[in-house]
């Protein structure tokens, strides 16, 4: 899975490649000179996911659900510290399949209805045509068990460990769930579900 960094200016891409190192499938790219996205690797099922260094965090349902349909993962503050601190981790985490920007508004009660509110205004038209709510649900029942927890922030691994799977048939069923929701990414496939109450917000 391909991860692209997206950073404001050179000197902030020079700090992350050396803090990132040399992590497979992990591209820093300048806003401006690149659109951050990456063409898909041979074998890649989704497109890359985006993780932003930028001066400012979300602070609508809009934002996050403008992010979240553009494939990004994460937002990180501009500020070299707080990268220091946080690019690593954040990297390891949406690798794993962990969705840092997801968790952040499903920590957010009251934002989380905003976003339900918004995909239910028409917003999530986009999302994959599911726009009659109520819907009925194409997942089976492990499978939005899985797709539960994966709104709640857990990877693959701790599914597997959690709900007693080998880590292949969690990677089997969420390609699955991506399939059944025609969903992008992860995140995407939690939004459908959000959208349509086949699971619950956290």
Not at 30 to 45: H, I, Q, T, W
Request: aromatic share 4%; hydrophobic share 40%.
């Amino acid at each position: 899975m391909a991860v692209v960094v997206e950073v404001p200016d050179q000197e902030t891409s020079r700090l992350a490649r050396r803090l990132i190192g040399r992590r497979s499938g992990v591209q820093v790219v300048v806003a401006g000179e690149s659109n951050g996205s990456r063409p898909k690797r041979r074998g890649d099922s989704e497109p890359p996911r985006r993780i932003l260094v930028q001066q400012h965090e979300p602070r609508s349902a809009a934002d996050y659900l403008g992010m979240l349909s553009d494939g990004v993962w994460a937002v990180l503050p501009v500020a070299k510290a707080e990268i220091d601190a946080r690019l690593r981790d954040c990297v390891d985490r949406v690798r794993a399949g962990s969705s840092p920007l997801f968790s952040e508004l499903a920590g957010d009660r009251e934002e989380v209805g905003k976003f339900l509110a918004a995909l239910g205004a028409g917003l999530g038209d986009a999302a994959g045509g599911f726009s009659e709510s109520g819907r009925e649900s194409p997942l089976s029942d492990r499978e939005t068990q899985i797709l539960q927890r994966i709104s709640h922030g857990a990877t693959s691994r701790e599914i597997a460990a959690e709900m007693g799977f080998q880590l292949q048939t969690v990677k089997n069923k969420v390609t699955t769930i991506l399939t059944k929701t025609h969903a992008r990414s992860r995140t995407h496939a939690v939004a459908i579900a959000l959208s349509r109450g086949w699971i619950r917000a956290v």
